[in-house]
């Protein structure tokens, strides 16, 4: 066996908050969670060989702001001690975690605080920040000799949720004929006898299978497909939610537990299927002719011994995202005391939180309009940070943010690998990355998305062909 020799290790944390904290992705629920459906979990896998060490992190939490998602990728690089390029701080985008975006998103940081709720908030990110550094010192520690291969399978779970109404608005709903990837990617890694060590499941699906009438912490369905995969064989599993912008499930927003079940059951089930057909160790096809009445051909594999991999390459981008044209001072103006106006009558009215949490949040948007306006900006723009880790002939592809679904497929006609997983959602989440025609015919990514963000303007209509020729780039910076 060759002296570079890949080591793979996992280990896994229960990051479940206390109950009674806000959970974060419905902006009118601020009421805090009564329940536990089932605890979440933050999942490491460290991946080494004598060159470099790639730490890769599935974390049942919405997201992390940038800040905050920094100060974690900085703090593991320096435990495990590696780059801050080389950790991939993932996360599964439930809507039923605690508030780890802070001043986005509807948390406690950004509207509506109840009395010490963000004393409490600020103290369970202080402790999950060491939780996750220490998962992942616990994943550098349990490193074996492995191997590793790819594959995928499929799952029409996942659906365009752009959906059309007549009078020209766009609803978060269902439309099967928009674009959705329904390539369930399967990293597998084994030790060198081809015993399971780790999966790598990727799917593009908001996981948001329950909604917004669920006040119990949940993972929603990559809990389901961890769970399953893992009972089927024996690996541990991390979930990464791919380029799930634009792409519900068919159950969405539902109050039935059971539709999680049936929805990462689907998914777990195709990841299966891949996962058994991946074969880590090298070997060659022999035949051989037998007989007994009959006579036989024989195939069987001959394994051989050889390098644990050839390549372990990580690279990192940034891709620069224009943003629409801010209004001129007066319109910014106008807009902030119309806000106010509807604040104030909805208080008056004594309105449920349901009406008044979701107004504050246009009031807030509507200041860091205001105050770019004052500033004399017209136009905008934000950095997204892109990230890649080659793994042979496997590549991990991620980002920041919520990107659209045709990010995802663009970068990976760009790959040359011949498995190509994308991930959305990891390093810190910053806003819906649409396409052309959603800028132009509107809906929740570029209308209220822009409010709960924090954002001053919605993306250009250029912003999808910006950040797939970025993943190009990328992608040449890996070799392929």
Known sequence: MADNILTAGTARIDITPPLGFRMQGAMRRIEGAVGVEQPLTAT??????????????????????????????????????????????????????????????????????????????????????????????????????????????????????????????????????????????????????????????????????????????????????????????????????????????????????????RTGGQVAGAALQAFYAIETRPHREVREEGRSISAVALYRKEFEDGPTHRILRSAERTGTVALQPLPSLAEAERQVAAAEETLRRLRGEDASTVLTAPQEIEVCWAHTVLDRARAGDTRCSVDYDLIGHRLDDFVLLGMQGEPFVEIGLGAKRRSKAAHTMFAGYVNGVLGYVPTAQTVRQGGMSVSSAVRTYDLPAAPAEDAVDTLVAEFGELLADLGL
């Not at 799952?155 to 390539?183: F, I, K, Q, T, Y």
């Not at 081809?194 to 909604?211: C, L, S, W």
């Not at 064989?233 to 059971?258: I, P, V």
């Open 44 to 261: 490491a896998l460290a991946l080494a060989d004598q060159h470099r060490k790639l730490v890769i992190l599935d974390c049942d939490l919405i997201g992390f702001d940038l800040p905050l998602a920094q100060t974690i990728r900085r703090q593991i690089a320096d435990r495990v001690g590696t780059t801050t390029t080389q950790v991939t701080l993932g996360c599964t985008h439930t809507h039923n975690g605690p508030c780890t975006a802070r001043r986005t998103l509807g948390g406690p940081h950004h509207v509506a605080p109840r009395a010490g709720e963000i004393e409490a908030l600020d103290h369970y990110i202080e402790v999950l920040v060491q939780q996750l550094v220490g998962v992942s010192a616990m994943a550098d520690g349990a490193r074996q000799p492995a191997r590793a291969g790819a594959g995928h399978g499929r799952a029409a779970v996942a659906v365009n949720r752009e959906e059309a109404v007549s009078g020209g608005r766009v609803l978060v709903g269902r439309n099967p004929d928009g674009a959705s990837d329904h390539d369930v990617d399967v990293l597998r890694v084994d030790d060198p006898a081809g015993n399971p060590i780790a999966a790598i499941v990727g799917y593009a699906a908001h996981p948001v299978v329950m909604g917004f009438q669920t006040y119990d912490l949940s993972p929603d369905f990559p809990g389901v497909v961890r769970r399953i995969v893992e009972g089927a064989t024996g690996a541990t599993c991390l979930y990464l939610t791919g380029a799930a912008g634009n792409q519900a499930c068919w159950s969405f927003l539902q109050g039935d537990w059971g539709e999680k079940e």
